[in-house]
Each structure stands twice: as C-alpha cells, then as structure tokens.
T-cell receptor, first 112, second 114 residues
Framework: DAKTTQPPSMDCAEGRAANLPCNHS???????VYWYRQIHSQGPQYIIH???NNETNEMASLIITEDRKSSTLILPHATLRDTAVYYC?????????????FGTGTRLQVTL | DVKVTQSSRYLVKRTGEKVFLECVQD?????MFWYRQDPGLGLRLIYF???????EKGDIPEGYSVSREKKERFSLILESASTNQTSMYLC?????????????FGQGTRLTVV
C-alpha cells in the first residue's frame, strides 16, 4: 500500500470549512483513497473514499487531484464534534488479502 | 449496521500472563485486523486475516499471535504479557472484494500490563 503524508495538526473555527490535505505521490492505479476519523477514546470511523473522481456524502467532500498524487478532505461547516484525528489511507482491493495501514493522521481542533 | 465487538473495554493483566483479546463481527467479513495504538505512533497493524485459519503478519507482529477458527471471530494472543504491551488494542473487519470496501472498527480494549 502506498504511503501517505499528512500535517500533524490543524485548527479550524467552528462554522468554517476544514480542509485537510493528504499527499500520496506513490499511489497506484488500483488504489483507492480513504478517509477515517477517530474521536477520542473511540474506534476509527469511516468517512469517505474515492478513486479518481471527487466524492461527496453527508459527512464530507473528497477532492482528488487529476494526477491522484494528493487529495483534500473538506468538512464544509466544522463543529466542535468534528474535533478528532483524521487519517488518510490508500488501499488496493484486488479480491484477495488486503492490508490496511494507517499513519499518524492529522489532529483537527475545532474552536469557538 | 455492521457491528464489531471487542470482548473487554478495559483489562489489567500481570507480566508473564497469557492474554486473549477477542473480536467478533456480525457481517460475514473475510478480512479482520488487529492494531495497537500508542500516543504519537498512530495505529500500527499487528496481524490481519483474510479467511478462516489464514493470517498475515502486519508491521509489528513480535510478541503476538492470532487465531481465526471461525469467520466471525479473530483473537489476539499475548503469550507472555510484558509491560511494553500496555496499549489500546483495536480490531477491525472489512469485505474482500474487487473495488472499495470500508473497514469497521470495534471500540477498543485498553490493556494495562503491570
């Protein structure tokens, strides 16, 4: 699985958009980009994933660059409950065993 | 909804004890994973399994073993617990398919070895 690079921490004011970047310059053609988040003392929670097109769901939007070497998770109106560690992962699914490797993530602090 | 259940939320064991951490999922997922999480180090993969009786080493398998006798259950075993295995342990499961599949996590077991 390709390695990802994220900033260790970010701050965001409540009500503003939080834009979390991720670099995955060695991503392969069959690898998806996933985002998870972990709120303190809980297990990680899936947010969104994409392959090459931008994606949106009820939680967030995912913007993937055309060369797929980086992506941005957007929380459009951050709230205090969005304070968490956000993990960007790339993972291939080939129908066989598939490792799932996390890095250290970005700690997002949403403030009043 | 998919549910991944870890048998204990908190556990205290003595050095040298054999420790079993149990994980059960109810969605017929082929893939199951065990991680440990320590401050500043993120989630590190210990072992994963892609089918009954099948297992693969993750990034930090030393001092651990696993067992997958039934599809829904994946056990992490500390043969002789040591204080440096004090950590939060997280279990996850996912499908094995062509294409994308999200992983579902349990709530974690905080193990303290004294």
């Amino acid at each position: 699985d390709a390695k990802t690079t994220q900033p260790p921490s970010m701050d965001c004011a409540e009500g503003r958009a939080a834009n979390l970047p991720c670099n995955h310059s060695t991503i392969s053609g069959n690898e998806y980009v996933y985002w998870y988040r972990q709120i303190h003392s809980q297990g990680p929670q899936y947010i969104i994933h994409g392959l090459k097109n931008n994606e949106t769901n009820e939680m967030a939007s995912l913007i993937i660059t055309e060369d797929r070497k980086s992506s941005t998770l957007i929380l459009p109106h951050a709230t205090l409950r969005d304070t968490a560690v956000y993990y960007c992962i790339v993972r291939a699914h080939t129908g066989t065993a598939s490792k799932l490797t996390f890095g250290t993530g970005t700690r997002l602090q949403v403030t009043l | 909804d998919v549910k991944v259940t870890q048998s204990s939320r908190y556990l205290v064991k003595r050095t040298g004890e054999k420790v079993f951490l149990e994980c059960v999922q109810d969605m017929d997922h082929e893939n199951m994973f065990w991680y440990r999480q320590d401050p500043g180090l993120g989630l590190r993969l210990i072992y994963f399994s892609y089918d009954v009786k099948m297992k693969e080493k993750g990034d930090i398998p030393e001092g651990y073993s696993v067992s997958r006798e039934k599809k829904e259950r994946f056990s992490l075993i500390l043969e002789s617990a040591s204080t440096n295995q004090t950590s939060m342990y997280l279990c996850a499961s996912s499908l094995v398919i062509l294409g994308a599949a999200e992983a579902f996590f349990g709530q974690g077991t905080r193990l303290t070895v004294v």
